[in-house]
Structure formats: structure tokens, C-alpha cells
């Protein structure tokens, strides 16, 4: 059971470039997660999956495409990287239970991407 | 709009000794969760700790405790017999109760450094 995985570790992209950042996941979740990561700030969300089949925005989107492949895999894409882009990119993934007290959702991260645009 | 804030950037405790991480959020929301993640120089996120916001009692994790004030909209974090590989940064997080159409909002995050 790895949990949340994603490739590549560190990256170095020419601005104008265009890179797929991968995300897998083993646990059966549901809901995955793409955060980025800048200093002097917490994670900021990128775009987000509730189930296969379907994406939102989240608060940074722009820049950014996703597509939730199936139940497992979620890639964040930059079509045309820009220097202010870079960043550490966080993938994240989540299912939500159900009891008698109410619901419970949290969210397990990957290590990172660690990408620099020149 | 939630908000949550991390006044203090750097935090420093000796070995064996006990430190406490403040956190403040801002919500209109009734239910909800707070929780506290780790991040080591390996950069991975770790979860320490949840809680959620219609229980009273305070989440324990081993040597990890919270101080859940709803009213005060206070989650600090404390740490018992501090270790060396305590040493990271950590991020509070607020989690709208809703599902997966509310995202984790994090903290500034706090760098704790435990000296030997």
C-alpha cells in the first residue's frame, strides 16, 4: 500500500514548456487533490476531483489543466510554463465515512513535485 | 469566506520540553474540522492530528494534544516531550464539513525547531 505517489519528484522546465505531473493513489478514494505550495504561504488548491469523471477549480487555477483518468489517477498540466509557476505541487487524496456521528474527510498527501521554471 | 492564520512563523523548544502552536480561524459555519499537518525537509505532508467541530473533547494523538476553544475559534496544537524529529513545519488546516466541494484551507505554517 504506497498511498498517494507522484512523478516526477523535481523537475526543471524553459518557460513556453509543457510538462504532465502524475498522481496515483491505492487507498479507493474518492475525492483527489492538486495544491500548490509557495513560500511564506500554506498549500493553495489548484483543482480538485470529487469523483472519476469530474473536476473543479479550486483557487489558483489558472495555467492549469487536469484530468482525472480513473479512480487512481489524477495529472495536473501546465501547457505553456511560466516562471511564476514555480512552486512545490502537492497531489492529495480523501473518501469520506459515514456514521452515526456525522461524516469524517481527510485528506492524505503524496511528497511532491518540486518545480522549477527558468 | 474561511480564513485561518498562523501568527507565529518560527517556534523553538528545547528536548523533552513541551510547546504550544496557535492557530485562529474565521467561520460562519457550524460544522467542521480542523486539522494539523506536519511537514518534515522531506516536504511530505503528514497528519498529526484532527478534530472535529461538534465534539467537546479535545483530540490526543500520543504526544500530540489539542486545545479546541469553538467559541474562541481557537485550534492550538501541543506537543509533550518534544523529540528532535518533531522538528518541521507545521500547517493548520480548516475543512468545511460538505465533502469533497470544500477544500482543506491551510495556515501560514509554523517552523518548529527543537534544539538537542
Known amino acids: 500500500n504506497a498511498g498517494v505517489t507522484q512523478t516526477p519528484k523535481f523537475q526543471v522546465l524553459k518557460t513556453g514548456q509543457s510538462m504532465t505531473l502524475q498522481c496515483a493513489q491505492d487507498?479507493?478514494?474518492?475525492?483527489m487533490y492538486w495544491y500548490r505550495q509557495d513560500p511564506g504561504m500554506g498549500l493553495r488548491l489548484i483543482y480538485y476531483?470529487?469523483?472519476?469523471?469530474?473536476?473543479d477549480k479550486g483557487e489558483v487555477p489558472n495555467g492549469y489543466n487536469v484530468s482525472r483518468l480513473n479512480k487512481r489517477e489524477f495529472s495536473l498540466r501546465l501547457e505553456s510554463a511560466a516562471p511564476s509557476q514555480t512552486s512545490v505541487y502537492f497531489c492529495?487524496?480523501?473518501?469520506?465515512?459515514?456514521?452515526?456521528?456525522?461524516?469524517?474527510?481527510?485528506?492524505?498527501f503524496g511528497p511532491g513535485t518540486r518545480l522549477l521554471v527558468l | 469566506a474561511q480564513t485561518v492564520t498562523q501568527s507565529q512563523p518560527e517556534m523553538s523548544v528545547q528536548e523533552a520540553e513541551t510547546v504550544t502552536l496557535s492557530c485562529t480561524y474565521d467561520?460562519?459555519?457550524?460544522?467542521?474540522?480542523l486539522f494539523w499537518y506536519k511537514q518534515p525537509p522531506s516536504r511530505q505532508m503528514i497528519l498529526v492530528i484532527r478534530q472535529e467541530a461538534y465534539k467537546q473533547q479535545n483530540a490526543t494523538e500520543n504526544r500530540f494534544s489539542v486545545n479546541f476553544q469553538k467559541a474562541a475559534k481557537s485550534f492550538s496544537l501541543k506537543i509533550s516531550d518534544s523529540q528532535l524529529g518533531d522538528a518541521a513545519m507545521y500547517f493548520c488546516a480548516y475543512h468545511g464539513e460538505g465533502g469533497a466541494t470544500n477544500k482543506l484551507i491551510f495556515g501560514t505554517g509554523t517552523l518548529l525547531a527543537v534544539q538537542p
Open positions: 476531483s470529487a469523483s472519476e469523471g469530474t473536476t
Open positions: 467561520t460562519s459555519e457550524s460544522d467542521y474540522y
Open positions: 487507498m479507493n478514494h474518492n475525492s
Open positions: 492529495a487524496s480523501s473518501f469520506i465515512s459515514f456514521g452515526t456521528s456525522g461524516s469524517k474527510e481527510t485528506q492524505y
